[in-house]
DNA sequence: ATGGATGCAAATGATTTGCATGAAG
DNA sequence: CTTCATGCAAATCATTTGCATCCAT
């Protein structure tokens, strides 16, 4: 069997990305959180209190650059974070008061993209994200 | 016949916002420009010089509080503003190189929202935007 | 050995804010 | 005349960058 440790380096090396222990941790903390995540709240997951907040950025970017990481924006302040590996498309719900975020699967821009590639446009991708009070957050404004 | 800055004055008035002239200009800037603009878009493009960037940023967050413009992400490093008075809800592609921005009017949201009020949620919104490389600009890499 | 990655500190750039003044109602 | 908007300058905050050092390969 496969350990994680092994699994995190198979992915780096696959994308030629030297191993090192702030990629393997920003790896397994991306695993570990299945949401999007901010880089403050990925460096403060960070045991190791070594790693600086420019090597997150500059980490996340490089795993932006080699398709391991999507950049999700919700609209506010921060850019947040998210493996792609660990799961396919897929959208969001976030609620406008506990910020609480729900994994949405179903896909509905096909008909779009289809019209768009029609159109002449070529590598045609989207980014799709819900806002809305959640039914908890709806109980207690009551 | 209702001169445009009479109009211009009637959305402020309906909005219980005070008539300014900077307000009047960026309403008209928005009006003639029937594309997302940035911040600094619409700052180099007031004639009277005197108005001040933070203006900017003060008008753009009061209409975005008032509900007369919609904020726009398209994932680069500034927000984007469009009155919403000026069309009825919908989307953006965006140009991978060239930047061009066009409108799509075909909203395939319903069936998720639907799904999401059936779930609990409230006041349910959503951003979707498209990304690609526009014919033209896939011609000239050829 | 050597190029890429990191830590640290400083720079950058968009956005916000404090304050005194001016204009709108 | 009183409240709110503006201009100006300074502050803030996320993100980036320069550079010396370190480490993966």
Do not use: Q, W
């Not at 699994?7 to 990305?17: A, Q, R």
């Not at 080699?66 to 506010?76: G, R, T």
């Amino acid at each position: 069997m496969i350990m994680k440790s092994d699994e995190y380096k198979k992915i780096l090396n696959e994308n030629s990305l030297r191993i090192t222990t702030p990629r393997l941790d920003i790896i397994k903390i991306l695993r570990e959180n299945h949401k999007p995540l901010t880089i403050s709240e990925i460096h403060k997951k960070i045991k190791n209190r070594k790693t600086d907040l420019a090597t997150v950025y500059r980490t996340l970017n490089s795993f932006i650059k080699a398709k391991l990481v999507n950049e999700i924006n919700f609209n506010d302040e921060y850019k947040r974070y998210e493996l792609k590996i660990d799961r396919h498309h897929h959208h969001h719900i976030v609620c406008n008061v506990c910020k609480k975020i729900e994994n949405i699967d179903t896909c509905i821009t096909n008909e779009i993209e289809k019209d768009l590639k029609k159109k002449g446009y070529a590598d045609i991708s989207h980014s799709l994200e819900f806002f809305g009070t959640c039914s908890d957050c709806v109980e207690e404004d009551k």
